[in-house]
């Protein structure tokens, strides 16, 4: 019993060193604007997906959708396109969190 509640702690204490936050942002602005889904220097989809992750105090995107709109705005720049756009439609951040307190165990 005492090897299985020894087991069942270090495991917490092992997630717990690591965890990850997820955050979903659907329609994401800056600005009150929507958010390009290319670079100004021209790189699309991933590359602008995680320099918004970036701006929003994540490491990366692990997930985004695009869709059409009129209007938005790169995120590395002040560029904005103003017809026929491709805008994330949906972005999904994560970040992995090593600064957690591990000492503290709710058993």
Do not use: W
Not at 26 to 41: E, H, K, S, V, Y
């Amino acid at each position: 019993m005492r090897a299985r509640l020894a087991g069942l702690v270090l495991l917490t204490l092992v997630s717990q060193a690591h965890a990850s936050e997820v955050r979903n942002y659907f329609a994401p602005q800056l600005d009150g604007q929507r958010i390009n889904a290319c670079l100004a220097g021209g790189a699309c989809g991933k590359p602008a997906a995680d320099a918004f992750c970036k701006v929003e105090g994540y490491d990366q995107a692990m997930l985004f959708q695009r869709e059409r709109t009129n209007s938005a705005r790169s995120i590395d720049s002040n560029k904005v396109c103003d017809s026929d756009c491709t805008a994330f439609r949906q972005v999904k951040c994560f970040t992995v969190r090593s600064d957690l307190q591990t000492g503290k165990t709710a058993l």
